[in-house]
């Protein structure tokens, strides 16, 4: 998705060009394959590191583009949001000194990013998920403006004939319908490319699969979204869900996500891309001038551009990729569920320890088919994502604990891996020992932030922890230590930090207890004691609000054995206010209207509610930031 000419795949006369290319471009590869004239005996890695950027309040910027002019450096470039930026990095040989290298190359390009954004009140911060995204962030105003991603956007949401939506279960709940495809820019990621010798490729694309299950557990630390504790690496179901183009129509059929896992191995170096052609409608065409067959057999190498803008929008967690370097053809495969950050140090522990295990493929794990289900395979996957390295797994058609499985079997392998490749053994020990480090003590990136943001939930509201711990991330990284050296967050660590208020649905309370206008009065009233409130939201069926219950109301109205209902009770002429109205406004009208507290309403649907307790602290706040 890097090509900037690119148009919709809707002009039928262009359509069938491109396809054609499409088509000539598959048999190009599969000759190159069969000819065997893709790269052989080489080993490279190479890597992209997405990151997030925040405004002086630690809440997403909406100055990324302009940050990206003043870096001014090519191996930049743009994300999905405005508050998103990625680097690429060249690619290195894989010889001693390569892990240092690209940790030197990470941290100089990400020191200039974090000095341009410095200068405009702006900060870097290396994260899965940045904790501080909010609804509003989610908006489509906040999408970077390029074509490519407008096309992204509006070809996704034809294709899926409405909203999409999320559906997310883990300690808390996310079940929310979005009009954009915003929010799978929440995801951000430190994607490794390995390239391997085309004789191998089945083989070590099928191991790519096998050991991805571990290796996200250990790397995993994105588990909040909104505020909700939800996955261990909230990412997968977050980037699956979020541009899933499959319609509730289809519920009967098997129609693959375009971010998948896979649903099988592969047997021949062509399956991943034949496959993903057969089931995925082409989104994209670009012009192209020259026909990939025809170069080849003139002695040149093609770009492939077809299949690779093709391939570009076809998710996989591993995906193969084709590339010309020097006028030499590669095929590399592409690990794409690894986490940003949260340091550069733990994201090169977590390139080594891939990029060892793909050296150290066991023999007998050639024609993986015959020992191991591809069923157990994904299952791996999908435990590691929801529970990370409390997980369990299967693993030679034995159940393991994960960590065990990266201790005792796994991390050996690296190593092995790495020293074939005559990395020194102190190079290899400062990675794989942060690894073996985080599995030992259980502190990957994902239970340091549930353990931190559960701590700072004692004293602070949900909105103010996933701004508190957005802030303590960009600290703790400063340090320079890794994350199983970090101290677990405390509430007394962020008197320092300014929060910023500003909408309504930055401060609204939205764990509701709502009651309908049929039930029994007298019930409502004791459930009002047995919680201590002094407001109920009376909601409909549909969701939509039709009143409000005040305490004081209800206990004047009420006389012992009173059969009355909510509907006798409630006061129906109730204000209401948008998520998106600033708070100052709303503040406004509660204390024009001398109302105790405020309803919010999203299209008519009751989404949260601000209370007079609540008005006060946010004064508070508003009144501390002005005396400043």
């Known amino acids: 998705m890097g090509t900037q000419n690119i148009s919709i795949a809707h002009e039928p006369e262009a359509r069938k060009q491109f396809l054609k290319h499409l088509l000539r471009d598959i048999q190009a590869l599969e000759m190159m394959f069969e000819k065997g004239m893709l790269e052989k005996n080489k080993n490279r890695m190479g890597a992209e590191q997405e990151f997030c950027l925040v405004n002086s309040y630690f809440k997403p910027s909406k100055i990324g583009p302009r940050i990206l002019e003043m870096i001014n450096e090519p ?4 994300e999905l949001a405005r508050y998103n930026l990625e680097l690429n990095l060249n690619p290195l040989d894989l010889e001693p000194g390569c892990f240092y290298a690209m940790e030197a190359s990470l941290q100089k390009n990400l020191s200039l990013a974090e000095e341009k954004a410095a200068s405009v009140g702006e900060k870097v911060i290396l994260a899965g998920i940045l904790p501080s995204i909010d609804y509003q962030s989610v908006q489509i105003n906040n999408i ?11 070809i996704l949401k034809t294709l899926r004939g409405g909203d999409f939506e999320l559906n997310i279960t883990g300690v808390d709940e996310l079940i929310i319908s979005h009009s954009n495809i915003l929010f799978e820019a929440c995801n951000t990621s430190f994607q490794c490319h390995f390239q391997v010798d085309p004789d191998e490729f089945v083989d070590l694309y099928n191991w790519s699969q096998a050991i991805a ?30 541009i899933d183009t499959r319609g509730k129509g289809f519920h009967l059929r098997e129609r693959q996500q375009r971010v998948t896992f896979g649903n099988k191995w592969i047997k021949h170096p062509m399956d991943v891309y034949k496959s993903d052609i057969a089931r995925h409608t082409v989104l ?10 025809t170069m080849l057999n003139n002695g040149e190498m093609p770009k492939l551009e077809a ?27 592409e690990n794409r569920y690894i986490p940003s950050g949260p340091t550069i140090r733990d994201e090169m522990a977590n390139m080594a320890f891939w990029v060892g295990l793909m050296k150290s493929m066991p ?10 289900s591809f069923d157990n395979a994904r299952e791996n996957f999908n435990k590691a994502a929801m529970w990370g390295i409390q997980s369990g797994m299967v693993w030679n058609k034995k159940p393991i604990a994960t960590r065990d499985l990266i201790q005792h079997i796994l991390l050996p392998m690296a190593k092995t891996g790495l020293q074939k490749m005559n990395i020194s053994n102190e190079e290899i020990d400062t990675y794989l020992n942060v690894i073996e480090a985080r599995a030992s003590s259980f502190q990957t990136g994902s239970r340091w932030t549930i353990k931190s943001f559960r701590n700072l939930k004692k004293k602070l509201s949900r909105t103010e ?33 300014e929060f910023h208020v500003e909408t309504v649905s930055n401060v609204m309370t939205t764990d509701l207890i709502t009651v309908t206008e049929h039930d029994l009065a007298e019930l409502v009233l004791h459930i009002m004691n047995w919680r201590a409130i002094r407001h109920l939201p009376v909601e409909g069926s549909d969701g939509k609000l039709l009143g409000i219950i005040y305490k004081k109301d209800l206990e004047s109205q009420l006389n012992e054995n009173d059969l009355k209902t909510v509907k006798d009770v409630m006061v129906q002429d109730t204000i209401s206010v948008s998520p998106d109205m600033h708070i100052r406004q709303a503040l406004r ?14 299209n008519n649907r009751l989404v949260g509610l601000i209370t007079d307790t609540d008005a006060k602290r946010i004064k508070a706040t508003l009144d501390k930031k002005k005396d400043r």
């Not at 970077?144 to 509006?154: E, S």
């Not at 630390?221 to 869900?241: C, D, M, V, Y």
């Not at 802030?471 to 405390?490: M, S, Y």
């Not at 009208?589 to 999203?602: F, H, I």
């Open 75 to 78: 191996h930049f470039t743009t």
């Open 144 to 154: 970077t403006p390029r074509v490519r991603y407008k096309a992204l956007a509006d």
């Open 213 to 242: 299950g571990p290796v996200l557990a250990v790397c995993a630390n994105s588990p909040l979204l909104l505020g909700k504790q939800l996955w261990a690496e909230t990412r997968i179901p977050l980037f699956q869900q979020s």
């Open 284 to 293: 994209f065409l670009t012009d192209i001038e020259q026909d990939s067959v």
């Open 307 to 333: 299949l690779n803008l093709h391939n570009g929008t076809v998710y996989k967690w591993n995906r193969p990729c084709y590339g010309v370097k020097d006028g030499i053809a590669h095929i590399r495969i």
């Open 363 to 372: 023999d007998h794990y050639k024609n993986i088919w015959e020992v191991m």
């Open 465 to 497: 922890s996933t701004v508190a711990l957005t802030a303590l991330l960009h600290e703790r990284r400063l340090t320079g230590k890794p994350v199983h050296e970090w101290e677990i967050g405390q509430p007394d660590e962020i008197n320092h930090i």
């Open 589 to 602: 009208m509660m204390d024009n209207s001398k109302s105790s507290c405020l309803a919010v309403c999203d």
